[in-house]
């Protein structure tokens, strides 16, 4: 196995989170489990993980982190720094999905979107970095969606939002790889045994939402042939997730791809558009004239 790792994961207490925060800690590394209210809503979720870390003797902690909040982010990540004396894998997991006419939600609730989806990532993404500046190398992860590349009706402000994260995180592929740091996105495509979306946020605004009438039929309609996929072969394993960021953890520097597509049981869309934009992208940037950031990450 490679050196032990110090990771970082938000959003750990439940789904794709607490299955990567699992499959680092049985891989041999130190791990951080990062979650809200481990002293209240999640304390149960917290505790769960305490008990399977010593029962399995693994290296593994829950630890208080808000994503929207500078204050818990900043002692979350001095916490980790202070015990592990650095970090060396991040993982930005937490999210939130809304579904609903676009113009039915609120600002604000537009908003509360992005403070987790995109402004929680920005914020842990700050907090890590200057110890990954000091220690010369490091890996940021950053768990977006299919739907960060493609766009599907209803779900305007959640493919905005992840649309956001993909550019933040390509931007700083470009900016920390000659600094020794990587950065990578990986996009599951619907999970159905996950919890992210029974929790979305639906929109506030009823009354605009009702005026768009049958279009909530087609909400329906646009899932059958993914369920029926679901029927014929079972649900799509999140430990797929986990598994891809394990191997991304555990590659060599500067050998990690930028994208990972993850849809088992999409049409290959996405795929193919990370495909041709990587193509253009990397031409764009040949031309601007700093290609060898490119070079020297493997594009």
Same mark, same amino acid.
Do not use: W
């Given at each position: 196995m490679t050196r032990e790792l110090r990771s970082l994961i938000t959003g750990s207490s439940s789904g794709f989170g607490r299955a990567i925060a699992l499959t680092l800690a049985r891989a041999g590394h130190r791990v951080f489990a990062g979650m809200r209210g481990i002293n209240s809503k999640n304390q149960g979720p917290a505790?769960?993980? &305490?008990?399977?870390?010593?029962? =399995?003797?693994? !290296? #593994? $902690?829950? /630890?208080?982190?808000?994503?929207?909040?500078? !204050?818990?982010?900043?002692? &979350?990540? &001095? $916490?980790? #720094?202070?015990? !592990?004396?650095?970090?060396?894998?991040?993982?930005?997991n937490a999210g939130v999905y809304a579904q609903g006419p676009t113009e039915a939600f609120t600002v604000t609730q537009? =908003?509360?979107?992005?403070?987790?989806?995109?402004?929680?990532?920005? $914020?842990?993404?700050?907090?890590?970095?200057? !110890?990954?500046? $000091?220690?010369?190398?490091?890996?940021?992860?950053?768990?977006?969606?299919?739907?960060? @590349?493609?766009?599907?009706?209803?779900?305007?402000?959640?493919?905005?939002?992840?649309?956001?994260l993909e550019a933040m995180a390509e931007g700083c592929r470009y900016e920390l790889a000659p600094l020794g740091i990587d950065v990578a996105i990986v996009e599951p495509g619907l999970f159905p045994t996950t919890s992210v979306m029974a929790n979305a946020t639906q929109a506030a605004d009823a009354a605009r939402a009702a005026e768009y009438g049958p279009l909530f039929a087609l909400t329906a =309609?646009?899932?059958?042939?993914?369920?029926?996929?679901?029927?014929?072969?079972?649900?799509?394993?999140?430990?797929? /997730? &986990?598994?891809? /960021?394990?191997?991304?953890? =555990?590659?060599?520097?500067?050998? @990690?791809? #930028?994208?990972?597509?993850?849809d088992p049981l999409g049409n290959g869309a996405a795929e193919e558009i990370n495909r041709r934009t990587g193509e253009l992208q990397r031409g764009y940037v040949e031309w601007l004239g700093i290609g060898g950031l490119l070079r020297r990450t493997g594009g």
């Open positions: 505790s769960e993980l &305490a008990e399977l870390g010593a029962r =399995e003797g693994l !290296a #593994l $902690r829950a /630890i208080e982190l808000d994503v929207t909040s500078d !204050a818990s982010v900043d002692a &979350a990540v &001095a $916490r980790v #720094l202070d015990e !592990a004396g650095g970090v060396d894998v991040v993982v930005n537009a =908003e509360a979107a992005f403070q987790v989806n995109y402004f929680g990532a920005v $914020r842990v993404n700050r907090a890590v970095l200057p !110890a990954m500046r $000091r220690q010369k190398s490091g890996l940021l992860v950053h768990v977006s969606s299919t739907l960060g @590349r493609v766009v599907m009706p209803l779900c305007g402000h959640y493919c905005a939002s992840k649309f956001a =309609e646009m899932g059958k042939p993914m369920m029926e996929m679901v029927n014929r072969n079972g649900p799509p394993d999140p430990q797929q /997730i &986990a598994d891809a /960021i394990r191997k991304l953890a =555990e590659l060599p520097a500067g050998e @990690r791809p #930028l994208r990972t597509e993850l």
